[in-house]
């Protein structure tokens, strides 16, 4: 499982690296930063969590 | 009151106002029958969670220029009232300064301040949190971010209140009270600014006055359009975030004391509560060209109103939308809006509200409504007019 990211779409909202701070991170921005592209193994709950509570819908999985 | 398609009363009034609905998921779900509603000569409302969200995601489209939000300012508020390209420009600035990890230094401050506000109370058993809670806290976090005196609480509390409540029935009422207290802002500002230049310091506003794009400083006009945003936007919009939330626990005591026992549930329960109240309900846009949503035209020039509150709570979008849960996830709302236009204070705002509602129920677990009280919400956004709470006198 990869987690996607579409640059342009995020705005910052901060969802996904407080939910899942091990999966996601912020630049300066308060931008998201992968720190994964493919998911660990037993962490497809969180990365699905990430994902799903953007309300860009920047983030995927797939 | 009945409203008909058209958001029109009988007497031809509007009376679309999520904000102050007593119950504004029954006026939203009313509203979702129909994509987009028009009032003549007033604005259209978008009223579902895909058409609000496309619009938030279209800038160049559904515009936020001057026009869109007028409120006795003599310039384009910044960034609000700027669009892309030059829009980027100032959230370049603005944003690492208010970003999750910078805010995350004001923590321990914050915490301090809510406990001094309780201090004022506890041993008493009773407080309105409208006015004793929700009103001083943002406005006081607000000023020592800025490294502003304490002794200007009231003022800023008066300049607020002249630009988002001024007394009077319409706008054109209206207008007086917000132009001169435009002008208070602006002088307040010119004058602090001078100061700062003397005397520099080692806050917000010196951070924001030393930052530069390209080499370039800001002008002190673009200082004083963001300080003007500021106080508009920052201060009123986390009283009328702490009145919902603490308006509704007061209610709901299962929820309160599901998060009262467990404060790991705080976090998402903030979300939650954002959502299901929507303090801003809705933002407005200005069409740059003509557009057509679910075989309505609008015009180029014609104002839009996105209705955040009638988006979060559309379970066409996201099924079980229509009730309370404070462990929802997934739970993507839009109570900070969208698109480039994020609220830029979320993360400030988040972290007053979490450490709001962890230490005042560390303090007071457990509150009710003073009996007999109905609770009136506030136009525009959603605060309460008042929040009379009882609990047992706490240390």
Not at chain 2, 141 to 158: C, I, K, S, T, Y
Not at chain 2, 341 to 363: D, F, M, N, Q
Request: contains cysteine.
């Amino acid at each position: 499982m990869r987690i996607t990211l579409d640059v342009d779409r995020c705005q910052g909202h901060g969802r996904c690296y407080v939910l899942a701070p091990d999966l996601f991170d912020a630049d300066d921005f308060g931008h998201c930063v992968l720190l994964v592209d493919d998911v660990p193994a037993g962490r497809e709950d969180d990365a699905r969590t990430g994902v799903e509570n953007c309300p860009e819908q920047a983030l995927g999985l797939e | 009151m009945e409203a008909d398609d058209e958001g029109r009363s009988p007497s031809g009034s509007v009376v679309v106002d999520l904000a102050s609905a007593d119950d504004p998921r029954a006026m939203s779900r009313m509203l979702r029958q129909q994509r987009v509603h028009t009032i003549e000569g007033m604005f259209h409302l978008l009223t579902r969670r895909e058409d609000v969200e496309a619009a938030l995601r279209k800038p160049a489209v559904y515009t936020s220029r001057p026009e869109a939000v007028q409120l006795g300012n003599i310039r384009p508020l910044i960034p609000l009232s700027v669009d892309p390209p030059k829009h980027v420009k100032y959230r370049r600035i603005l944003d690492p300064l208010f970003a999750p990890k910078h805010m995350a230094a004001l923590e321990d401050e914050v915490v301090t301040l809510v406990n001094q506000i309780v201090d004022r109370f506890a041993a008493k058993g009773s407080c309105d949190f409208h006015e004793d809670f929700a009103v001083p806290l943002p406005c006081t976090v607000f000023l020592r971010l800025m490294g502003l005196p304490l002794a200007d609480l009231d003022m800023f509390l008066e300049m607020k209140d002249g630009i988002i409540r001024p007394p009077g029935a319409t706008q054109e009422e209206q207008e007086p009270t917000r132009r001169r207290t435009a002008q208070n802002i602006y002088a307040y500002f010119e004058k602090t600014l001078a100061e700062r230049r003397r005397a520099p310091t080692d806050d917000l506003l010196a951070q924001i006055m030393g930052s530069s794009v390209d080499g370039v400083q800001l002008t002190d006009e673009e200082i004083l359009d963001i300080c003007f945003l500021f106080i508009i936007a920052g201060l009123d919009t986390v009283t009328d975030s702490l009145d919902c939330i603490f308006g509704y626990l007061s209610q709901e005591p299962e929820h309160r004391r599901q998060l009262a026992s467990d404060e790991s549930v705080i976090p998402s329960a903030i979300e939650e509560l954002l959502r299901w109240e929507s303090p801003v309900p809705a933002v407005p846009r200005v069409l740059s060209e003509d557009v057509e949503v679910g075989g309505c035209p609008m015009k180029a020039g014609e104002h839009v109103m996105l209705l955040i509150g009638a988006a979060n709570t559309d379970d066409a979008a996201h099924p079980g939308v229509d009730s309370v849960d404070l462990l929802r996830n997934p739970n993507p709302h839009l109570a900070f809006g969208g698109g480039v236009h994020r609220c830029l204070g979320s993360h400030l705002a988040r972290i007053e509200l979490r450490v709001a509602v962890r230490e005042w129920h560390k303090r007071i677990p457990e509150y009710e409504l003073v009996p007999g009280t109905v609770l009136q919400y506030t136009e525009g956004l959603r605060s309460l007019h008042h929040l009379p709470l009882t609990f047992a006198p706490a240390g």
